[in-house]
C-alpha cells in the first residue's frame, strides 16, 4: 500500500484523522471506534476471515493495540473485500435497521424517483427501470454489523463508482452523501465510493431487493461496516462539507471500515 499513493489515499487519510479527533472528544466511544477503524483492513492484510465470536474478538484485542497513524495506513482503497461462493450465503439473511420489520418503509416503484443533488452537473431524477438498465454485477461479501453479527450475502446492481461518472458528479469532491425513506442518512468519503465494489444494489440474491432489505436500492460497501450501507436511497448528493450519518452522530465511528 506504499507503491500506490493516489490523491484518494490523502483525502482518506485526512477522513481517517478527522474520525480520531471526533472520538477524542467522545471518551467512552475511544476504544469501540478504534475497533471499528480497521477490524477489516486488519483481516483483509493478514488474508484471514472473521468467521466467529473467537477470531473477531483476536482481532479486536489485536487492533486496539494499534495507535491512529497505523490505523490510517491500513485502508487502502485499491484493497479488495474477501468474496465467497453460493454455498457459503447465510440464509436467511438477517435484517437489521434502527426500527422492527414490521416498520420496514414500502416505496411505491411507479412513483419513485431517484434524486441527484448537489456536485454534480446531471440533475435528473432516475426512475428504478432506468437504474436497473445500468451494467450489472453481482457480488458474495460479507456484511459485518457492529451489535455483534456478521452474514454472507448475494447483491446485484450496477457499480457506484461508474454511476457517479455517468451522472456528472465531481468526483474530486470528499463526500457522497445519501437521504433514505425512512429517517437514515449516511455519507462515505470519494475513494469508498469509487471502490470497485461498491455498488448501486438493487437485487438480493437474483430477485429485486426486498422491502426489509432497502428496496428499492440500497448502497453496498464490502470495504465497510453494515450501518455505513444506506438502505431505501431517495436522493445522493455529492459535498466538500461533512454530511454526518444516523449512527455517527451519535458517537460511532464515521469512517466505519470493515
Ligand atoms: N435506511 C436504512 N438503512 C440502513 C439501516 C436503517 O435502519 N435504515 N440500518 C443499517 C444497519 S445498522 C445494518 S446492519 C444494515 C442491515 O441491512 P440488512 O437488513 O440488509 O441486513 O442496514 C443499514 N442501513
Ligand atoms: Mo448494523
Given at each position: 500500500m506504499n507503491d500506490k499513493l493516489k490523491p484518494a489515499h490523502k483525502l482518506d487519510r485526512q477522513s481517517i484523522l478527522q474520525d480520531a479527533q471526533r472520538e477524542l472528544a467522545m471518551?467512552?466511544?475511544?476504544?469501540?471506534?478504534?475497533?471499528?477503524?480497521?477490524?477489516?483492513?486488519?483481516?483483509?492484510?493478514?488474508?484471514?476471515?472473521?468467521?466467529?465470536?473467537?477470531?473477531?474478538?483476536?482481532?479486536?484485542?489485536?487492533?486496539?493495540?494499534?495507535?491512529?497513524?497505523?490505523?490510517?495506513?491500513?485502508?487502502?482503497?485499491?484493497?479488495?473485500?474477501?468474496?465467497?461462493?453460493?454455498?457459503?450465503?447465510?440464509?436467511?439473511?438477517?435484517?437489521?435497521?434502527?426500527?422492527g420489520i414490521d416498520q420496514v418503509p414500502h416505496v411505491d416503484e411507479a412513483s419513485y424517483r431517484l434524486q441527484l443533488s448537489g456536485l454534480v452537473t446531471g440533475k435528473r431524477?432516475?426512475?428504478?427501470?432506468?437504474?436497473?438498465?445500468?451494467?450489472?454485477?453481482?457480488?458474495?461479501?460479507?456484511?459485518?454489523c457492529v451489535e455483534g453479527w456478521?452474514?454472507?450475502?448475494?447483491?446485484?446492481?450496477?457499480?457506484?463508482?461508474?454511476?457517479?461518472?455517468?451522472?456528472?458528479?465531481?468526483?474530486?469532491?470528499?463526500?457522497?452523501?445519501?437521504?433514505c425513506a425512512d429517517d437514515y442518512y449516511e455519507s462515505i468519503d470519494m475513494a469508498t465510493a469509487l471502490h470497485p465494489q461498491t455498488l448501486?444494489?438493487?437485487?438480493?440474491?437474483?430477485?429485486?431487493?426486498?422491502?426489509?432489505?432497502?428496496?428499492?436500492?440500497?448502497?453496498?460497501?464490502?470495504?465497510?461496516?453494515?450501518y455505513k450501507n444506506p438502505k431505501h436511497i431517495v436522493e445522493i448528493f455529492v459535498t466538500n462539507k461533512y454530511p454526518g450519518g444516523y449512527w455517527s452522530d451519535q458517537g460511532y465511528n464515521w469512517f466505519g471500515g470493515s
Open positions: 471518551p467512552s466511544r475511544r476504544l469501540f471506534g478504534k475497533q471499528l477503524l480497521t477490524l477489516g483492513g486488519l483481516s483483509m492484510l493478514t488474508g484471514c476471515s472473521l468467521t466467529d465470536d473467537e477470531s473477531v474478538n483476536k482481532f479486536l484485542t489485536a487492533v486496539s493495540r494499534l495507535n491512529d497513524s497505523a490505523q490510517a495506513l491500513l485502508f487502502s482503497p485499491t484493497q479488495l473485500a474477501p468474496t465467497y461462493t453460493e454455498a457459503q450465503i447465510t440464509r436467511p439473511f438477517p435484517f437489521n435497521a434502527y426500527y431524477t432516475w426512475t428504478l427501470p432506468e437504474l436497473v438498465a445500468l451494467p450489472h454485477e453481482e457480488q458474495i461479501t460479507r456484511h459485518i456478521s452474514a454472507v450475502g448475494r447483491w446485484g446492481g450496477t457499480r457506484f463508482g461508474d454511476f457517479l461518472k455517468r451522472v456528472g458528479a465531481d468526483t474530486s469532491a470528499k463526500y457522497v452523501g445519501f437521504k448501486l444494489a438493487f437485487d438480493y440474491d437474483g430477485e429485486r431487493l426486498p422491502a426489509k432489505y432497502g428496496f428499492p436500492m440500497k448502497l453496498r460497501m464490502p470495504t465497510k461496516l453494515g
